[in-house]
């Protein structure tokens, strides 16, 4: 093999550090996805989550992949509603067990708990918290913990504030 060969090679060969990031992330989905099951009480695989930034907070929101479960609804429903307090209360456990790490943006929205409302809504799939306030700092706050959710939990939605939102 000449040397202009072996250089294109190479070049188009996927190096062991990019092979070894992508197994990486993946066992770490994969981990994400595992304490998930265990700290919502619901399959990652029967549900589809949305991490959704607004102009005056955000939502997470949770469905049931298939209309006729209703148990998996039912599971979310009350994951949600129970997060919703937490969060109030300025209880951010169940990421932190879900992750692995301390989300950012929880110790300034622990901070700033009493300048954060947190609602739960049901759906007909599950549900949905809305996080909303009028602090800068919690808004800021809340963005930060909710592109971290959008990130470690691949999700696909938006990194960017809906401003309709």
């Not at 070894?20 to 304490?35: D, G, I």
């Not at 947190?118 to 800021?140: C, D, F, H, I």
């Amino acid at each position: 093999m000449n040397a202009a060969a072996f250089i294109l090679i190479t070049a188009l060969s996927p190096s062991q550090d990019t092979r070894a990031t992508k197994a990486q992330a993946s066992a770490h989905q994969h981990q994400v996805e595992a304490n998930g099951d265990q700290a919502m009480g619901f399959s990652h695989k029967k549900t589809t989550h949305h991490f959704l930034l607004q102009a005056k907070g955000g939502a997470i929101q949770v469905d049931a992949n298939s209309a006729g479960d209703q148990e998996t609804r039912d599971q979310i429903q009350a994951h949600l509603g129970h997060i919703a307090k937490m969060f109030a209360e300025g209880d951010f456990n169940t990421p932190m067990l879900v992750h692995s790490v301390i989300p950012p943006g929880t110790a300034t929205m622990t901070r700033l708990k009493a300048d954060i409302r947190y609602s739960y809504q049901s759906s007909p799939k599950g549900g949905l918290v809305v996080l909303t306030t009028t602090n800068r700092e919690a808004l800021a706050a809340i963005h930060e913990f909710l592109r971290f959710q959008i990130k470690d939990h691949n999700t696909g939605d938006s990194l960017t504030v809906d401003a309709k939102g």
